[in-house]
């Protein structure tokens, strides 16, 4: 969803916070609080900017950690600098 610019609502754990950033790239809410899910879901479908400003963040972020190019120009690197060593 991030990838495709998509805001995103989802639960308060560690996977998810590792990707997600409360109120800048997405939502998150309590898995215990069902009324904290409808209530992430309800700004986000009533507030078009917010939709847009957290799915713009979430596309980039996805891009900068997870782009293909990006990913294997770190793998180079992390080469070079072992075979310095």
Same mark, same amino acid.
């Not at 996805?62 to 060593?85: K, N, P």
């Given at each position: &969803?991030?990838?495709? +610019?998509? %805001?995103?609502? =989802? /639960?308060?754990? &560690?996977?998810?916070? /590792?990707?997600?950033?409360? +109120?800048?790239t997405g939502l998150l809410?309590?898995?215990?609080? %069902?009324d904290e899910l409808a209530?992430?879901?309800?700004?986000?479908?009533?507030? %078009? &900017?917010l939709a847009a400003r957290? +799915?713009? &963040?979430?596309?980039?972020?996805? =891009?900068?950690?997870?782009?293909? +190019?990006?990913?294997?120009?770190?793998?180079?690197?992390?080469? @070079?600098?072992? =075979? @310095?060593?």
């Amino acid at each position: &969803a991030m990838a495709s +610019g998509v %805001p995103c609502v =989802a /639960s308060d754990c &560690a996977g998810n916070r /590792s990707l997600i950033t409360d +109120g800048e790239t997405g939502l998150l809410f309590d898995p215990h609080r %069902p009324d904290e899910l409808a209530e992430r879901l309800r700004r986000v479908l009533d507030d %078009p &900017a917010l939709a847009a400003r957290l +799915g713009k &963040a979430g596309r980039a972020l996805v =891009a900068e950690r997870y782009d293909l +190019g990006t990913l294997v120009q770190r793998e180079i690197e992390l080469v @070079r600098s072992v =075979a @310095r060593r």
